[in-house]
């Protein structure tokens, strides 16, 4: 069971539980008998609805649910769960560790990914940590080992050796960007993503921003750069003590914020054009004459930052589809870099890139610190935001669980606030 759950939302629940392996009678599909065994499977996770509404019409924790009768209807015997519960709230949540148990009973096997400690200790029998692709322990609950201190010290990251420069700190007392009290609920799902969210940035520092996959951390990015997933925001934001709307990424960027996105392939670059189009697309005014791009001059930006940020690329006519990771995530910067910004949103910057790549970005963002720039980092790499932060937020499920400064950050103390 995906973490992204895989339904129909437009199609009736009683097809998605059949969907790839129908109820047939000769050759037509017996839509009452499927009907008739879509209520017994949901009875048996304690789903009460009706199978012939829309998948879309139930809450995320029931068609989570919905899923497991789906898993159910094909007689599984072993039952992966991939975060069965990164998008339920605490009710649903209970629910769903409650019917694993007892599937348990039934002699079904389960298999749960999950960042959430609490969850893996009440429900397993045995507990594997697994990190940078590599099985550090196994711990058993027959032997009282699966405990959160154990886990925790597993999870955390292994010795850090000049994998960074050494750290620039530049900041000030100046407040350049102050949230207060941000609040953003998912329209579709109506789910709570962010909850009472508020942090200062100072000028010139690098604030980190920590936590697990689905804490939160991108959801608040997003919700104060003018909202782009179009989120049901309150609050309010400050950028130089003035106070600025939710309503469109251009509004924050007019203000010099810029936003360099975790997924560079799908939201950061137009993969199909060249360098020198992908690094001016976020300020083409600055490229024009009337309504005309001045090829020439756009030409002269793209190698200043070429050479600025040691892109690797025979050409700023090379398509970024046939760069390197690295040299991707440069052009990603390049571009926003280019808008002029006074504060930079990093989300996950280093994100599928190899190590030499990794120390590049870390120097680059060194540089920017030495140019003025404020930066925020969203990473999940533990040891990267330590070593790159002057200060530390951690986020655990749409909160902010705690603040540490860059003294007394720790990868347990991280991980403490951003499982507990």
Known sequence: INQELALVPEIPVYENIFL???????????????????????????????????????????????????????KAKVI???????SLNDDESENLL?????????????????????????????????????????????????????????????????????????SHDETVMEARNINAYNRMSRRKVVNDASFKLKKGEVLGVAGLMGAGRTELMLSIFGNPLGYDVSGELHLDGKKVGFSHPKDVIDRGVAYVSEDRKGNGLILMQDVKENITLANLRGISRSIFINGHEEVVVAEKYR????????????????????????????????????????????????????????????????????????????????????????????????????????????MTLAVE
């Open 80 to 86: 992966i769960f991939d975060e069965p519960t990164s």
């Open 98 to 170: 409650k019917l694993i148990q007892q599937l348990k009973k039934e002699g079904i096997t389960s298999i749960m990914i999950s960042h959430k400690l609490k969850e893996v200790i009440e429900v397993a029998d045995t507990a594997t940590v697994i990190r940078d692709g590599k099985v550090i322990t196994t711990l058993k609950g027959e032997k009282d080992e699966i405990k959160h201190g154990a886990m925790v010290k597993a999870m955390v990251g292994r010795e850090i050796t000049n994998q960074f420069p050494d750290h620039v700190n530049k």
């Open 307 to 414: 050479k600025d940020l040691k892109i690797k690329t025979p050409s700023v006519e090379q398509k970024v589809l046939n760069l390197s990771g690295g040299n991707q995530q440069k052009v990603s910067l390049a571009k926003w870099l280019y808008s002029d910004p006074q504060i930079l949103i990093l989300d996950e910057p280093t994100r599928g890139i190899d190590v030499g790549a990794k120390y590049e970005i870390y120097t680059l963002i060194n540089d920017f610190v030495e140019r003025g720039l404020s930066i925020i980092l969203i990473s999940s790499e533990l040891s990267e935001v330590i070593n790159m932060s002057d200060r530390i937020i951690v986020m655990n499920e749409g909160r902010i669980a705690g603040e540490l400064s860059r003294e007394e950050a720790t990868q347990e103390k991280i």
């Open 20 to 74: 790839g392996h129908e109820i047939a009678k000769g050759r037509f599909v017996n839509w009452n008998e499927t009907i008739k065994e879509s209520k017994n499977y949901l009875e048996k996770v304690g789903l009460h609805i009706n199978p012939t509404l829309p998948t879309k019409s139930f809450n995320i924790g029931q068609r989570q649910l919905v899923e497991i009768a789906k898993a159910l209807s094909k």
